[in-house]
């Protein structure tokens, strides 16, 4: 492979090879210093996996522009991949690149059920079920549309529901993307510098040149011969690290969930509120990423205030003009939002097969093998609960303070009340005897909260002149 890219004008290529790396598997290393922002490597474009190329290809180009409607970028990479590989000759440049390929993938579309049951309730869980029937359907329209229409071009051995999915992890894993100056945005694949693996550490190194078409890569951080470089493959979390990629960084700060927020077209004045929702910039159905760094973003309140509005509500909006709940409605309206999204919040949380706490003292004893796909799923799981921990916990302050200004109306509103810690509803509740304040289920739940509870109901207990301590 690298002879063939020196021939097409790669640069940088002495002074780099490839390694095995006890951390990331396969990368590369480099055999002299760099200093960051220095150039480490250029790939022509002449060499890259695009969709243009694809077309521009005399035997591939023609069968894709016959396919109707035509293939996606990634269905367009994905067969360019499999056609090559699947030539006997003609493509010695480009095939010696596909040789250099990892055989198998550990993307989540690849795991066990029992691997992949260990993250049930994780929205990774749910995307790589819907994924699994998604690449099916795919798989059988690519045949329909182009496959079995040119099967002298795409043998059936060669390009069976396998061999889709593997090209498809192939594009997911090492595609880089670009936004191009006119607004639009090229996906390639570049030979080498796919083999570059990822660190959250060092600065976004990899350019694209608009005028010559070459991909470059820049050192993220000074570099010593011996040294792995690496570069940044964005904030990703470990939801789809895993889904796209096949692994996951521990303790990710770009972890996230996203949180679907739905509306049936039949609840009562749905059409009014689908107006409102798209004048805030949303829709009647929107997913929200909610991260560590922003576990209640401002459009979910949005969302749900909308969704929550009661008729006279609608008729204040539209007589003061008000259109888009950027604002609390009323006390009354953030109070129910917020107390549905505490307890959304948690049955969503209940629903995880494996707890947090459970999860943590799993990974700390060492019980799935590190690196393994089992261990993987843990790390989606663990990143997606403490995100949603963090979200609830948001609302519930922020519960407590609508509630707390509007003259604690808590007993007013005449919800059910909860237990504070596992969030049951009923009427058979225990309050927390110094604040007053709490209730709980159970002894079992009061003292499993305490520590969270502690330093509030302290405080609670001072304002209200509790003499307990
Ligand atoms: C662009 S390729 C990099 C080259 C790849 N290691 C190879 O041998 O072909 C991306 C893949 O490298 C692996 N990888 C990259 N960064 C990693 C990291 N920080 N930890 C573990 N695996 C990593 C993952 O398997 C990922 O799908």
């Known amino acids: 492979m690298e002879s063939w890219l020196k021939q097409y004008g790669a640069s940088g290529l002495d002074d780099l090879e490839l390694a095995d790396f006890s951390n990331t598997g396969r990368g590369v290393r480099t055999l002299r210093r760099f200093e960051e922002g220095g150039k480490i490597l250029t790939i022509p474009h002449g ?8 077309y521009a290809d005399p035997v591939l180009g023609p069968a894709l522009l016959s396919a109707r409607p035509p293939l996606s970028v990634d269905d367009t990479l994905a067969t360019y991949i499999l056609f090559v590989r699947s030539r006997g000759s003609g493509y010695d440049g480009l095939g010696s690149h596909v040789a250099a390929l990892p055989a198998s993938y550990t993307s989540s579309i690849f795991f066990a059920e029992a ?3 260990i993250c049930a309730g994780t929205s990774l869980y749910t995307t790589t079920k819907q994924l699994d029937r998604q690449i099916e359907a795919d798989y059988k329209e690519l045949v329909v549309r182009l496959f079995g229409r040119h099967q002298e071009l795409f043998p059936c051995d060669k390009f069976t529901i396998e061999d ?22 090229i996906r390639l694949l570049a030979p080498f510098a796919d083999m ?3 660190s959250p550490k060092v600065e976004q190194c990899h350019i694209y040149d608009v005028l010559s078409g070459n991909l470059s890569i820049l050192a993220g951080k000074d570099y010593e011969p011996g040294d792995q470089v690496l570069i940044n493959y964005g904030p990703v979390p470990n939801n789809r690290l895993l889904r796209l990629y096949g692994f996951v960084v521990p303790s990710n700060p770009n972890d996230s969930y996203d949180l679907v927020l739905a509306t049936h077209p039949m609840a009562p004045f749905f059409e009014q509120k689908h107006k409102l929702w798209v004048s805030a910039g949303l829709d009647s159905t929107s997913t929200v990423s909610l991260t560590l760094t922003d576990p209640l973003p401002s459009s979910i309140l949005r969302y749900l205030r909308i969704q929550r509005l009661n008729e006279s509500d609608l008729a204040g909006m539209v007589s003061h003009k008000s259109d888009a709940a950027f604002e609390k409605v ?25 707890q947090l706490e459970k999860l943590e003292d799993q990974l700390a004893e060492g019980f799935y093998t ?62 927390c005897g110094r604040c007053n304040e709490v209730t709980y289920c159970g002894r079992a739940c009061q003292v499993a909260h305490f520590k969270e509870h502690k330093a509030i109901c302290r405080a609670t207990a001072a304002k209200n002149g509790s003499k307990k301590d």
């Open 47 to 54: 060499v890259l996996w695009t969709v243009k190329h694809a």
């Open 115 to 117: 691997e992949l049951e």
């Open 164 to 185: 889709y999915k593997w090209a498809l992890c192939t594009v997911w894993s090492r595609a880089m993307d670009f936004k191009l100056g006119n607004g639009d945005s």
């Open 196 to 198: 570059l693996n990822h």
């Open 330 to 354: 009323s006390d009354s309206n953030e109070v129910e939002v917020l107390r549905f999204l505490v307890e959304s919040i948690s049955s969503l949380l209940d629903g995880f097969k494996n």
């Open 370 to 431: 590190p690196e393994g796909n089992a261990w993987s799923a843990a790390h989606v799981s663990l990143g997606e609960q403490r995100v949603l921990r963090l979200t609830r916990k948001t609302a519930e302050d922020l519960l407590a303070a609508v509630e707390t200004g509007s003259g604690n109306k808590r007993r007013l509103l005449s919800t059910p009340a909860q237990c504070a810690k596992c969030k049951k509803v009923s009427v058979h509740l225990m309050r």
